[in-house]
């Protein structure tokens, strides 16, 4: 049986959908940045500008926390005899944020006003290039990591009419991490690695409906 509760359930319902809306967002704004309406040169392989970086990193910044509570809320209603599952995705999750945060911050707060400015000759190693520079593999580490959450988050759910469903939706995800880990070797695996567009929106709108349909009192 979960460890439902009506906190854990609503929290879940929130976080999730806010997960969803943010990764969506960024979907959008990546396939602008791709077709160069946010000033850069577009395609895969360009560096953003001030005002991309903005567009694409304030919803990256933000699905970081709520991917978190939406793994919280997870273990919290997991099966007892599953807990560990969702506990590990939890602990991956909070890596995947705290390095994909920490890199999408420097970029918003430090980065994108120097570039503004013009005034970027000391700063070559914080710049954010698409498989050339120290914070790109990074990020790229921080999505392999949580893709590994949602693998193992998978087989942590509570008995849902969803939950299959969303079991093979995270499998799904999971199933992405060889592409994004490594992706600066062979930056060609960015294609298929473009799956997560699809599979990681998927995983948190099933999830939401998972939370949705557990019972509000446990």
Same mark, same amino acid.
């Not at 060889?178 to 070797?185: I, N, R, T």
């Not at 599979?199 to 998972?210: D, G, K, N, Y």
């Given at each position: 049986?979960?460890?439902?509760?009506?906190?854990?359930?609503?929290?879940?319902?929130?976080?999730?959908?806010?997960?969803?809306?943010?990764?969506?967002?960024?979907?959008?704004?990546?396939?602008?940045?791709?077709?160069?309406?946010?000033?850069?040169?577009?395609?895969?392989?360009?560096?953003?500008?001030?005002?991309?970086? &903005?567009?694409?990193?304030? /919803?990256?910044?933000?699905?970081?926390? %709520?991917?978190?509570?939406? =793994?919280? @809320?997870?273990? $919290? *209603?997991?099966?007892?005899?599953?807990?560990?599952?969702?506990?590990?995705?939890?602990?991956?999750?909070?890596?995947?944020?705290?390095?994909?945060?920490?890199?999408?911050?420097?970029?918003?707060?430090?980065?994108?006003?120097?570039?503004?400015?013009?005034?970027?000759?000391?700063?070559?190693?914080?710049?954010?290039?698409?498989?050339?520079?120290?914070?790109?593999?990074?990020?790229?580490?921080?999505?392999?990591?949580?893709?590994?959450?949602?693998?193992? &988050?998978?087989?942590?759910? /509570?008995?849902?009419?969803?939950?299959? %469903?969303?079991?093979?939706? =995270?499998? @799904?995800?999971? $199933? *992405?991490?060889?592409?994004?880990?490594?992706?600066?070797?062979?930056?060609?695996?960015?294609?298929?690695?473009?799956?997560?567009?699809?599979?990681?929106?998927?995983?948190?709108?099933?999830?939401?409906?998972?939370?949705?349909?557990?019972?509000?009192?446990?």
């Amino acid at each position: 049986m979960p460890e439902s509760g009506g906190s854990a359930r609503q929290v879940g319902i929130w976080a999730a959908s806010s997960a969803a809306f943010f990764s969506i967002a960024y979907i959008v704004a990546q396939l602008f940045e791709w077709a160069g309406m946010l000033g850069s040169a577009g395609g895969p392989n360009s560096a953003s500008t001030p005002f991309g970086i &903005a567009v694409l990193l304030v /919803p990256s910044l933000l699905l970081g926390p %709520a991917f978190v509570v939406t =793994m919280a @809320a997870l273990y $919290a *209603v997991a099966p007892r005899e599953r807990k560990v599952f969702a506990l590990a995705g939890l602990a991956l999750a909070i890596m995947y944020a705290t390095l994909t945060g920490l890199v999408y911050f420097v970029q918003l707060t430090f980065v994108a006003p120097r570039l503004a400015a013009g005034d970027t000759q000391d700063i070559a190693l914080l710049l954010f290039v698409p498989y050339k520079s120290f914070l790109f593999a990074i990020d790229l580490f921080g999505y392999s990591l949580m893709s590994a959450a949602t693998l193992f &988050a998978a087989f942590g759910l /509570p008995q849902a009419r969803s939950a299959r %469903a969303a079991k093979a939706a =995270m499998i @799904a995800n999971g $199933a *992405v991490l060889p592409f994004l880990a490594l992706q600066m070797l062979v930056p060609s695996l960015i294609w298929p690695a473009s799956a997560w567009a699809v599979t990681f929106p998927a995983s948190a709108i099933l999830l939401w409906r998972v939370f949705r349909e557990l019972p509000a009192e446990g």
